[in-house]
């Protein structure tokens, strides 16, 4: 089983402002089988990025995701109000699903 | 536009079994694997397990080996997840999701076992 760990825990951050979220793999995954979610309190998971940089339908361009092997981001450019969330990394490799335990957005 | 309708909050106690269903519409059944997610309280994303509708071959997470089927039905469109021999840490918000690159999401289920 692939085992993915983000960092860090919880990102403090003002809006305005870059996010840089780490998702790293125990074993290397293909980019392409690499995703983010966003979930908000008492919301579904939300499809933000997949294949590791693709935006899924509707996501605003200051979401982008990047990397391969073991290590992945994603970067929000500038923090809007309604991006303090939880974010978690998945990966699908062979449509067997794994996420990472997930990391806190929050306004500082 | 794409739907899947689950059914609603549950209370169980324990050593009891639930089964949770998911209503698929707008997108065809048999395109995507159906997956099952549950999220205990406070906490991350858990995979369970998937069904390929088109066979009905299925992969389970090991850790809810044996105590977890899920199964379709593509008359109708729709996948069930039952979880047997339920615990009081089996309390969860339980989604299910299909396609990795559209991203299709349930609305969760709530399961809350306690006696």
């Known amino acids: 089983e692939i085992v993915l760990t983000q960092s860090p825990g919880t990102l403090s951050l003002s809006p305005g402002e870059r996010a840089t979220l780490s998702c790293r793999a125990s074993?290397?995954?293909?980019?392409?089988?690499l995703a983010w979610y966003q979930q908000k309190p008492g919301q579904a998971p939300r499809l933000l990025i997949y294949?590791?940089?693709s935006r899924a339908t509707g996501i605003p361009d200051r979401f982008s995701g990047g990397g391969s092997g073991t290590d992945f981001t994603l970067t929000i450019s500038r923090l809007e109000p309604e991006d303090f969330a939880v974010y978690y990394c998945?990966?699908?490799?062979?449509?067997?699903?794994?996420f990472g335990q997930g990391t806190k957005v929050e306004i500082k | 536009q794409v739907q899947l309708v689950q059914s609603g909050a549950e209370l169980k106690k324990p050593g009891a079994s639930v089964r949770v269903s998911c209503k698929t519409s707008g997108y065809i059944f048999t395109g995507y694997y159906m997956h099952w997610v549950r999220q205990a309280p406070g906490q991350g994303l858990e995979w369970m397990g998937r069904i390929n509708p088109n066979n009905g071959d299925t992969n389970y997470a090991q850790k809810f080996q044996g105590r977890v089927t899920i199964n379709s039905d593509t008359s109708i469109s729709t996948a069930y997840m039952e979880l047997n021999r339920l615990r009081s840490d089996d309390t969860a918000v339980y989604y299910c999701a299909a396609s990795e690159v559209d991203g299709y999401w349930g609305q969760g289920t709530l399961i809350t076992v306690s006696s």
């Open positions: 074993q290397s995954v293909s980019s392409i089988y």
């Open positions: 294949g590791a940089s």
């Open positions: 998945q990966q699908y490799r062979s449509s067997l699903w794994t």
